[in-house]
């Protein structure tokens, strides 16, 4: 059973910066691409961000481009969500998500239905 275990999260003023986190278990993490998707209250879980199994490739949603950065270090089985700039409309909670089906592929799904795991959360409020 693949875990995916999120922290980082908290309460930040706007323009305020975080660096979630996201530990996983999976033996075979290194070659599965990685991503992050948020859920504000009321409101549809959403894309965040996306990378790939070697780190090179990455894809965001356009509202977060330029102001977040995924990585990861496969050496630790761990993928990271560098936010800055944050705005309050930033506020939700953040989970990763694993690809398991993606063994080495660069396609970087973009939604729920293209992840087969899923963190528990963490959530980020930034205040005005």
């Known amino acids: 059973q693949v875990q995916l275990v999120e922290s980082g999260g908290g309460l930040v003023q706007a323009g305020g910066s975080l660096r979630l986190s996201c530990a996983a278990s999976?033996?075979?993490?290194?070659?599965?691409?990685m991503g992050w998707f948020r859920q504000a209250p009321g409101k549809e879980r959403e894309f965040v961000a996306a990378?790939?199994?070697?780190?090179?490739?990455?894809y965001y949603e356009d509202s977060v481009k330029d102001r977040f950065t995924i990585s990861r270090d496969n050496a630790k089985n761990m993928v990271f969500l560098q936010m800055n700039t944050l705005k309050p409309e930033d506020t939700a909670a953040y989970y990763c998500?694993?690809?398991?089906?993606?063994?080495?592929?660069?396609?970087?799904?973009?939604?729920?239905?293209?992840?087969?795991?899923w963190g528990q959360g963490t959530q980020v409020t930034v205040s005005s």
């Open positions: 990378i790939n199994w070697r780190g090179l490739n990455t």
């Open positions: 998500a694993l690809d398991l089906r993606s063994r080495y592929g660069d396609n970087l799904g973009r939604e729920r239905k293209d992840y087969d795991y």
């Open positions: 999976e033996r075979t993490f290194s070659s599965r691409n």
